[in-house]
């Protein structure tokens, strides 16, 4: 009895080390003034592993940083400590709340913005009015230089595109690296956590359910046809069938125009998106420091398709302190999901070629 006890109370001692080997964490926001940018520096003042949090914009990011730090949400710091007279054991401190440190940068201070970034989140550049594909030129260019300056003052961030078209803008940020001989594949990711976000929640809708009990792995890209929902793997999404299932698929993959139509030009998501860009840096928070069995979609360099000359691919990551620790496969698809899968490779290539080109070229 007393050794099951001992056994669990050193069991829950080490899981606290786990937790108590968190680091301090700093976090920059590219794009913190944006329609996106500013909801999810305020979702991100809330993360108790956020210890800074950096916001740049060209425009406005002193304003937002200056509005977030009056937030009274401190962030649990936990320090290990070496025993004393030991070197071999460490024992957890209890912790103690530190304030988080909010600053804003200014358009000439991205330098600074970033320096000692552990995760860089890049929201920035603007929102579609027709197709994400016709961002491609304004954004190439912001996401090019942005990475320029990661790759020279941050290498070793994890870097998490936001801006669309993320199918290229992925590309572009792993090629701007490489061009700067820092790149680690490990450290890159597309968010795509939205298309996630709205699997589960248009299929809790038609299963009567709370979302809080679906879980849906959403696979590809983040684009019409290249966002492929894997529904026969979950309990709820087996028995939908015929029209209501390829209306399920269908609102999946264009439920960013829905949100486009209903502002009527004004913009694209921008809540749901700082929701999920803040769901998916909190994943990311969490695997760095050290919690295991974190795993969910993310588009990254993968090896799955990359026999057919796609190299950017979205499906379950275990992430890890590295970034990307395992890349999953896909595991049983239905019929459908082969079909749904044969429209998103053509077209998926060629947006990761669209993106590696530009920066070819530049
Ligand atoms: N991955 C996804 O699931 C989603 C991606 N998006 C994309 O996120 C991006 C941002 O969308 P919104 O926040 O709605 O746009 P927005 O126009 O409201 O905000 C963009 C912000 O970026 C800033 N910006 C422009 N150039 C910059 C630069 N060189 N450096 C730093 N900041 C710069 C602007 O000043 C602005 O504050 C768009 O490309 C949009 O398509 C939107 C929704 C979902
Ligand atoms: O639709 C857009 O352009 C914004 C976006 O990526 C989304 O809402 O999924």
Known sequence: MFARSAARALKSQSRQFSSSATRQSKVAVLGAGGGIGQPLSL????????TE???????????????????????????????????????????????????????????????????????????????????????????????AAIARVSPKAKVLVISNPVNSTVPIVSAVFEKAGVYDPAHIFGVTTLDVVRAQRFLAAVAGTDPKNVKVTVVGGHS?????????????GKSITGEAYEKLVHRIQFGGDEVVQAKEGAGSATLSMAYAGAR??????????????????TFVKSP??????????????????????KIHGLGELSEQEKKLLEACLPELKKNIEKGKKFVQQS
Do not use: W
């Not at 979702?43 to 956020?50: D, G, I, T």
């Not at 914009?57 to 002193?62: C, E, S």
């Not at 799955?304 to 620790?325: C, M, T, W, Y």
């Open 224 to 236: 019409g046809a290249t966002i492929v929902p894997l529904l026969s793997q979950t309990p709820q």
């Open 53 to 147: 949090l950096s916001l740049y914009d060209i425009r406005g990011a002193p304003g937002v940083a200056a509005d977030v730090s009056h937030i009274d949400t401190g962030s649990e710091v936990r320090v290990p400590r070496l025993r004393p007279h030991s070197t071999s054991h460490v024992h957890a401190h209890p912790h103690r709340t530190a304030l988080i440190q909010v600053r804003g940068y200014p358009a000439d201070k991205l330098d600074q913005a970033l320096e000692g970034t552990d995760v860089v989140v890049i929201p920035a550049g603007v929102p579609r009015k027709m197709t994400r594909d016709d961002l491609f030129n304004t954004n190439a260019s912001i996401v090019r230089d942005l990475a």
């Open 43 to 50: 979702l991100l003042k809330l993360n108790p592993h956020v």
């Open 280 to 297: 998916f840096t909190g994943d990311i928070l969490r695997a760095l420091n050290g919690e295991k069995g974190v795993v969910t979609p």
């Open 304 to 325: 799955l398709f990359a026999e057919q000359g796609i190299d950017f691919f979205s499906s379950n990551v275990e992430l890890g302190p590295n970034g990307v620790e």
